[in-house]
């Protein structure tokens, strides 16, 4: 079996604790953050089938929304997929994956407390350590190559089934590889030669919308506004995802917007507001920054930005939840520059 090479900071030792918690669990619960996304639902539907296959009752879940995303159902092992009101009270192990703070659990956090162990995988540099368990890589560049260490150390297997939900997290965490370390592509090339399709994978997850999604598009994108004397002249660019913008496309869809408008060339940082169906003057803030950036050899860091807000994140992408008019909330942001 080819194993990954340890990243910095996650050595064999690391593992045990988790390895020892998986092979002795008679029953696990997964749990996948709110709004989840293909690296917390793969992560969570890899370590199912991995369970299931040895016998063990398992569930897996996310507070929110109600329905799982449109293009990540395809991923093998959504029959673990539970509704939060299936999830057990009480059960041996629970597993958090690509959660940074017990928060991103939403109402399901509550079934923490009736678990006789936590365990926390995860990739988040602002991970709080809220398990009893916790297997952190911060130089991993998805939670499901964190579990592929895991796997390793647990001298599981990983078949076609399994690689596929790995790899789904893969490409989506590292943008279709751009963002990259030194064994990435090697990974990368371990889970296709079970034999997983990977064009097939990266165009459902990333490149298949509705037609409805053209017209929010079009009316989201006119409310982008550049601020470039924002971050010492890095620049800023923001735009408003409204409710009445996305009637008719689901959450997934307006969580698509931030990776147009990152691409803007005067603007060092990116960012979407997206406004709750639910709450009124409640948005959810997805940041996005550039690897380069004048004046900021690495990019600017918006998990510290997202941070000092509330959120978290990674350097080149965190988010937060805030509330206020358009106007307020823009001006918390610029604040938080410094």
Known sequence: ????????????????????????????????HVQPDADTIGSGLALALVLHRRGIPVWVSFAE???????????????????????????????????????????????????????????HRSNTRFGMINVIDPNAESTTSVLVRLLDAWQVPIDSEVAHCLYAGLVTDTGSFRWVRPGTHQL???????GIDGAEISRTLM???????????????????????????????????????????????????VDIVRTTAEAGVAAVFKESRTIPQRW??????????PGAHDGIDVA????????????????????????SVVAALLAAFG
């Open 207 to 257: 490149d298949t919308h509705p037609f409805n999604w053209l017209p929010m598009l079009s009316r989201v994108l006119a409310s982008a506004q550049l601020v470039p004397a924002a971050l010492g002249g890095a620049g800023l660019v923001y735009a408003f995802v409204r409710c009445a913008d996305v009637t008719e496309v689901t959450s997934e869809e307006a969580e698509s917007v």
């Open 284 to 293: 959810t803030v997805s940041l996005r920054s550039r690897d380069t950036t």
């Open 304 to 327: 510290a930005i997202a941070t000092t807000l509330g959120g978290g994140g990674h350097h080149f992408a965190a988010g937060y939840t805030t509330n206020g008019t358009p106007e």
């Open 188 to 194: 990368a090339e371990r889970l296709l030669a079970t």
């Open 1 to 32: 079996m080819t194993t990954m090479p340890e990243a910095v900071g996650l050595g064999a030792a690391d593992l045990d604790p988790a390895v020892a918690a998986l092979t002795t669990a008679r029953s696990v619960t997964i749990l996948c």
């Open 65 to 123: 929304p109600a329905e799982l995303p449109v293009s990540m159902r395809s991923l093998p092992g959504v029959q673990h997929l539970v509704v939060p009101a299936e999830v057990p009270r009480e059960v041996d192990l629970l597993v958090a994956v690509d959660c940074g703070s017990a928060g991103r659990l939403g109402a399901l956090a509550d079934r923490l407390s009736g678990a006789a162990t936590t365990l926390v995988l995860d990739h």
